[in-house]
């Protein structure tokens, strides 16, 4: 990829979605190890997402107005791991409340504007995104897979200091990413500002749905390992069956220039709404058997992969250079915002419901993204290439 920091951008990815991977799998593990109920768990885990309801709209204003995207990737690098020190003091409820709100404020901050400085770099090449992209989901994979096999042996005491760890890693990464800013089209005159942008057809549609698909991933990130570990499943397997979903993002992100050539981003957002519904309905009711588990792991890379890369690629194309942050923020957000309420109900209705209906729950709201996107986001002749 010439003229484009290929590698510090994707060591920049690595790190980040390293904290994911440590985060998504193993943070309603450890709780459940200090002994917090499954209502205290879901709380405590949909904290980080409600804070990515608020800073990365605050930070996105900022990175739009001042123009200092990569300042503020590197200090909100900087002040997650800061904050998230706070954890070696105590593990009382309230404090772990103020740590999940304080290292999340500054965390959610980070990605957004980095997106941004990545499609920069890229200078209109965005079919290229998805493999720099792809070294987030293998960071991922080196973390649940290591962290898997570590709390085989060891005793989960040791999961902040792993966590701290990669949050230094963010930080190493920040500072070795040169900046770029995106460039200005041409008819960025004409076209009135950010609230103008998301009042255009189909946005805000979008970014609904963007709300639905993640508060269906709700009882996923915070209650999965939970729920195989009660299915007997041992910590090593089940690191390297969330591994194994993230390989399938992999392998979908290398694809997904070629994807997005033959198809348009309403039919790749409906195909993974639509398999996003099924996967749920897989993992609560036939998570027992080991086919059926591989199965739906494999699907991640349509809940998550064909997911992301065409919201980002939507975003990208409905903002102007002056928006682009803000735009970026707000999908980040209301990914918080769904993340969030999926967490909570997830956390209420798991110890009353159980799984089946926790995630048949998580199954309707992707069935109605999937029919939202259909119905209301027009299709873009000049999406497709021949």
Request: a positive charge; hydrophobic letters at 55%.
């Amino acid at each position: 990829m010439t003229q484009v920091p290929y590698w510090r951008l994707s060591s920049f990815y690595f790190f980040y979605f390293c904290l994911l991977g440590g985060t998504a799998p193993f943070l309603a593990l450890y709780f459940h190890h200090l002994g917090f109920s499954s209502a205290r768990i879901g709380e405590l885990v949909a904290i980080p997402m409600l804070m990515r309801c608020v800073a990365p709209n605050l930070w996105g204003w900022l990175g739009d107005r001042s123009g200092q995207r990569l300042a503020i990737v590197r200090f909100g690098a900087v002040c997650t791991a800061l904050c998230f020190s706070g954890i070696f003091l105590g593990h009382r409820y309230a404090w772990l409340a103020l740590i999940m709100a304080g290292h999340a404020f500054f965390w959610h901050a980070v990605l957004p504007q980095f997106e941004v400085i990545t499609l920069a770099h890229l200078s209109g090449r965005t079919e290229s995104y998805s493999r720099i992209r792809l070294w987030g989901s293998i960071g991922f994979i080196c973390t649940v897979v290591g962290l898997g096999w570590l709390f085989e042996f060891a005793s989960l005491d040791a999961y902040p200091l792993a966590l701290l760890a990669i949050m230094l890693g963010i930080v190493g990464a920040s500072w070795w990413v040169p900046n770029a800013q995106p460039p200005a089209r041409q008819d960025e005159a004409n076209a009135g500002g950010f609230l103008q942008q998301l009042l255009k057809p189909g946005v805000l549609a979008f970014y609904l749905c963007v709300c639905l698909m993640q508060l269906s991933h709700g009882p996923y990130y915070t209650f999965l390992t939970l729920h195989l570990e009660a299915l007997g499943y041992p910590r090593g397997l089940i690191g390297q069956l969330w591994a194994l979903g993230v390989v399938a993002e992999v392998l979908l992100f290398l694809v997904m220039p070629r994807l997005l050539k033959r198809f348009s981003l309403r039919q790749v957002l409906v195909a993974s709404f639509l398999l996003a519904a099924l996967r749920w309905l897989l993992l609560g009711t036939l998570a027992g058997h080991l086919p059926v588990l591989l199965f739906a792991q494999l699907l991640h890379a349509a809940t998550f992969g064909s997911f992301h890369a065409a919201a980002i690629h939507f975003v990208q194309r409905s903002f102007q250079a002056r928006q682009q942050g803000q735009g970026q923020a707000l999908y980040a957000a209301l990914a918080g915002t769904g993340g969030a309420l999926g967490a909570l109900y997830s956390g209420y209705s798991w110890g009353s419901l159980g799984p089946v209906w926790t995630f048949s729950i998580a199954s309707i709201a992707a069935l109605a993204a999937a029919f939202i996107i259909w119905t209301r986001l027009n299709e873009d002749p000049h999406e497709r290439h021949p």
